[in-house]
Structures are given as C-alpha cells and as structure tokens.
C-alpha cells in the first residue's frame, strides 16, 4: 500500500509538468488513501506522510503528501467534537445517522450522503456496484487460494525433492536400497 500510494503520487506529480516548463511549476500532489483494514502502526485513524530529514525533522517540500485514513481505527464521538477529517472518517464508516448529516454544516458531507441515498434507490446502479464488489472478492479469494496452493505444492514438491537426493546420497555412499527405502519413505521400486 505504501509503494502502491507513492507510485500514484508520483504520477500526479510528474503530470503536473509540461514538457518544456520550469520545474516551479510543479503542483503539489496528495494521495488520500481510505483503507477498510488497519495498515499502519499508529493507533490513530489518520496519518500523514511527507518527505522529511529524520535528524532534524525539516521538511523538504510540501508538494508531497500522502493520507492514509484506516477507517477500522474509527471510534466515533460526538458530533461537535470531531474534526472535518473525523466527520468524513464517520461518513466512510457509515456512522452517521441522517440527523447528524443534517446538523453539519459541511455541505460536501451533506451532498456525499444525499448522492449515497439516489444511489441506493437506483437498483441499476446498486446491481452494478454489488457485483463489482462481488467480482473484487472473488478475484482476492481465488489469488489467495492459488497462492495457498501454490505453496503447498512447493512444500511437496521440495520435500520430495530433498527425499530424493538424500536417497540418490544413500545409495552412492552404498547403503542398501532396504535402508533408503526406510530412511527417505520412498517407494522400493522407485530406488
């Protein structure tokens, strides 16, 4: 996620240059990341990174940024007590009620809740979105599986590997194929 986050950083910020321009006129990109699952080692829902001096934490640039809201780390608070940020980690978190939506005053949050509301009322659109998501999980549960299998099958296929060549070790030293058969559990007729 990190290297996923900065490749599209750095393609918003390379095409923020046209060729034959100064590099002043770069524009200062940032990548907001809203992340369903827990990524970072903080425990707080909102992280920012930039590009720092360890030693003395000077900043270098503040034309890079990149936001990672883990929406698992959301604990909501009362309404007056959140920040925007916090506001729109609730919104994600579908854990605002329609009165808390109507009591902001942010009227992003308010039009993201009412687009979310025609939303769920247009069947079509809501088909299309369950079986994209449907299709997204299937894709992560069939690369897990072959990835599960694909381990297993270079457990055994090392296993045997190794079987063998302590065999073809045995037999070379001469022990009998009797004592290599009871040694690597490899079939008689096969040594």
């Known amino acids: 996620m990190g290297q996923r986050s900065l490749y599209y950083w750095a393609q918003m910020y390379l095409m923020s240059l046209r060729q034959g321009q100064d590099y002043k006129a770069l524009s200062p990109s940032f990548t907001i990341n809203l992340l369903r699952y827990s990524f970072l080692p903080q425990e707080e829902p909102h992280a920012m990174y930039g590009v720092y001096n360890p030693a003395n934490m000077h900043r270098l640039t503040r034309d890079m940024e990149l ?28 854990q605002l009620d329609e009165q ?47 990835r599960e299998e694909g381990r297993r099958e270079g457990r055994q296929e090392g296993a045997s590997k190794t079987a063998l060549d302590i065999a073809q070790n045995m037999l070379s030293l001469g022990i009998s194929p009797d004592i290599t058969h009871k040694a690597t559990g490899i079939e008689k007729a096969a040594i």
Do not use: G
């Not at 025609?118 to 079986?131: G, K, P, T």
């Open 67 to 94: 936001h990672f809201f883990e929406i698992p780390k959301f604990h909501k608070k009362p309404l007056r007590e959140m920040t925007k940020a916090e506001r729109w980690l609730a919104y994600f978190a579908n």
């Open 100 to 146: 808390e939506v109507e009591a902001m005053e942010a009227t992003a949050i308010k039009d993201a809740f009412s687009a979310a509301n025609l939303f769920m009322q247009d069947e079509d659109q809501r088909l299309a979105y369950v079986n994209r998501e449907m299709a997204i999980m299937d894709y992560q549960s069939d690369m897990n599986a072959c």
